[in-house]
């Protein structure tokens, strides 16, 4: 906490200045301290400290308001726990609400009177951010974002060269030279967003969803300048980071004139900038913002693509990730794909608005200091994908895809893991 100071601390109070924001004086003033938030919390439920209860998140945030905008607080803060934002108060707010919290808002959901939890969380996050205190792994991923245009700052001619020999396999799969991954082209009906681990590390995911885009007869392009979904200062807490990075995106879509921009499998990616960009912008979207996922079930529904469901007889089951369900609502979707797509689907318990986190969200897999709590949650969602007895999980989320080939490997599970575009790709029925 060296050099930290007055000025530091005033930006770090400035998220708190409500303003007549009353979403934010009502959540600061609601907990009731009735604990029911705890077993919502997977680290709660696996650690059974106290130190784990999200109340103790809301806690931390609304006591420091009081201290410094109320008139008890201002004068007798030791009559309702006003807390100064110190060093201490600082050190444990990091921990608190980075080190021990994936912003999965499971504990939101089964908040007895509603307090939006997650919210206050990422407030939290924002008045450390404005200090300067987001945990260096973290903020290093958002650097690349901002300075290179990709999270894994991925050089061009790398990016070009993985799409150019992806196009010759998928060109070689369907047996038709005409077969195109495209590159910023203008005036297609689609551009396509890529999680950047995609083209670094999984890029059969990329060969999948173009295979689809193929069957579909789909008009659509990526753009070297502009492809990367993922948006980690929404992890951060660093609105001004997060607006610049969801504001490249926007432009890339006014600059290549396409109709609709399709989200790659990225839970938080979809959030922050369906969701939460025209939040950062101040500004409405003018064109057709929906996910990969919506897209898929919309080829399968209207009969664009043709599917057998034969040709997928492992079991499956299914990863639902928090941004994606909880947070977005897009429930229905990926259950639809794969009742088409595979011949036995089995639901994890719990699953849906209920499901729990695998432990990779909320900037975890980028913070490395706090893998051995975030693998000993994951073993949560282990228990959960043994007892389906499934040879396949899906998911429509690579964050959620890493974090599962890590506790695959950590649980020995001996699964397979896959995106949604995969198994719809396992699926297909070219007619040639």
């Known amino acids: 906490m060296d050099g930290f100071n007055e000025d530091m601390k005033l930006k770090g109070l400035e998220p708190l200045r409500v303003n007549g924001d009353s979403r934010l004086l009502t959540h600061l003033n609601a907990c009731v301290h009735c604990g029911l938030c705890a077993e919502s919390c997977v680290y709660y439920q696996v650690y059974k400290d106290e130190h784990f209860v999200p109340a103790k998140k809301v806690d931390i945030v609304s006591s420091i308001y009081r201290r410094y905008n109320t008139f008890s607080g201002k004068y007798f803060p030791w009559l309702t726990k006003a807390r100064e934002l110190d060093e201490k108060t600082i050190e444990e707010m990091v921990d608190l609400l980075y080190g021990t919290c994936t912003m999965c808002d499971r504990c939101t959901v089964h908040?007895?009177?509603?307090?939006?939890?997650?919210?206050?969380?990422?407030t939290g996050r924002t008045m450390l951010a404005n200090m300067g205190y987001v945990p260096a792994t973290l903020q290093s991923t958002v650097n690349a974002a901002i300075n290179t245009g990709n999270n894994m700052a991925i050089p061009l001619d790398e990016f070009t060269d993985t799409i150019e020999w992806l196009e010759e396999d998928l060109q070689m799969e369907v047996e038709d030279d005409n077969a195109r991954i495209p590159l910023n082209e203008k005036d297609k009906d689609i551009l396509y967003t890529l999680n950047p681990r995609e083209p670094k590390f999984f890029p059969l995911s990329i060969s999948a969803m173009a295979k689809v885009f193929y069957a579909a007869g789909e008009s659509w392009t990526l753009s070297t300048r502009m492809y990367d979904v993922t948006n980690y200062a929404y992890f951060s807490g660093n609105n001004e980071e997060?607006?610049?990075?969801?504001?490249?995106?926007?432009?890339?879509?006014?600059?290549?004139?396409?109709?609709?921009?399709?989200?790659?499998?990225?839970?938080?990616?979809?959030?922050?900038?369906?969701?939460?960009?025209?939040?950062?912008?101040?500004?409405?979207?003018?064109?057709?913002?929906?996910?990969?996922?919506?897209?898929?079930?919309?080829?399968?529904?209207?009969?664009?693509?043709?599917?057998?469901?034969?040709?997928?007889?492992?079991?499956?089951?299914?990863?639902?990730?928090?941004?994606?369900?909880r947070s977005g609502g897009i429930i229905d979707e990926q259950r639809y794909i794969l009742k088409n797509t595979v011949s036995d689907f089995v639901e994890m318990t719990p699953h849906g608005t209920n499901n729990l986190c695998c432990g990779g969200g909320g900037g975890q897999l980028s913070m490395s200091e706090y893998n051995e709590r975030r693998m000993k949650i994951g073993g949560l969602k282990a228990e959960q994908i043994k007892n389906t007895g499934a040879k396949i999980v899906v998911t429509p989320c690579h964050n959620c895809v890493d974090q599962l080939i890590q506790i695959n490997a950590a649980y020995k599970l001996g699964v397979q893991i896959k995106t949604m575009a995969e198994v719809v790709a396992d699926a297909l029925i070219i007619d040639k």
């Open 242 to 325: 997060a607006e610049i990075i969801a504001q490249r995106l926007f432009d890339e879509m006014e600059a290549t004139g396409s109709k609709r921009c399709v989200l790659a499998e990225c839970g938080h990616g979809s959030r922050s900038f369906r969701w939460e960009g025209p939040n950062y912008m101040g500004k409405e979207f003018h064109f057709d913002t929906l996910t990969s996922v919506e897209l898929l079930a919309e080829y399968i529904r209207s009969g664009k693509v043709k599917v057998d469901s034969g040709k997928n007889t492992e079991r499956v089951t299914l990863h639902d990730p928090c941004n994606l369900v």
């Open 111 to 122: 908040c007895s009177i509603g307090v939006d939890i997650g919210y206050l969380v990422r």
